[in-house]
Nanobody
Framework: QMQLVESGGGSVQAGGSLRLSCAASGRTFSSYAMAWFRQAPGKEREFVSAISGRGNTRGYADSVKGRFTISRDNAKNTVLLQMNSLKPEDTAVYYC?????????????????WGQGTQVIVSS
C-alpha cells in the first residue's frame, strides 16, 4: 500500500509560479513511477508529467513542456512539480499518482495509487 499527499496548490496570477509536492508513504518509493495529472471542471483527467522510479526518464504533456519540471527525491519519498509561466488554462485540481514498476505511462488507469488532489487557480 502507498499513500500520497499533495500540497502546494493555491491561487496565482498568470505568469506566476507554484511548486507542488507529493509525499509518499512506504519503504519502496524508488520502485514506483510517479506522475502528475490534472482535472479541470467538466473535463477528463489528463496527463501532465511523469518520472521513472530512478528519476532517469521524464515525460511531459505538450501543453506544459518548457514550463513545468518534475523531479523526485527518493531519500525523502517526495516528488515535486515546479510550475512556471502559469496560464489560466492550467487551472485544475492536480493529482499525484503512483504505479509499481520503474517505467512511467500517460494513461490514468495505469496508476494504482492516487492522492486527494490540490487545487491550482491561475487568474488572468
Amino acid at each position: 500500500q502507498m499513500q500520497l499527499v499533495e500540497s502546494g496548490g493555491g491561487s496565482v496570477q498568470a505568469g506566476g509560479s507554484l511548486r507542488l509536492s507529493c509525499a509518499a508513504s512506504g519503504r519502496t518509493f524508488s520502485s514506483y513511477a510517479m506522475a502528475w495529472f490534472r482535472q479541470a471542471p467538466g473535463k477528463e483527467r489528463e496527463f501532465v508529467s511523469a518520472i521513472s522510479g530512478r528519476g532517469n526518464t521524464r515525460g511531459y504533456a505538450d501543453s506544459v513542456k518548457g514550463r513545468f519540471t518534475i523531479s523526485r527525491d527518493n531519500a525523502k519519498n517526495t516528488v515535486l512539480l515546479q510550475m512556471n509561466s502559469l496560464k489560466p488554462e492550467d487551472t485544475a485540481v492536480y493529482y499525484c499518482a503512483a504505479v509499481y514498476g520503474l517505467g512511467w505511462r500517460e494513461v490514468p488507469s495505469s496508476y494504482n495509487y492516487w492522492g486527494q488532489g490540490t487545487q491550482v487557480i491561475v487568474s488572468s
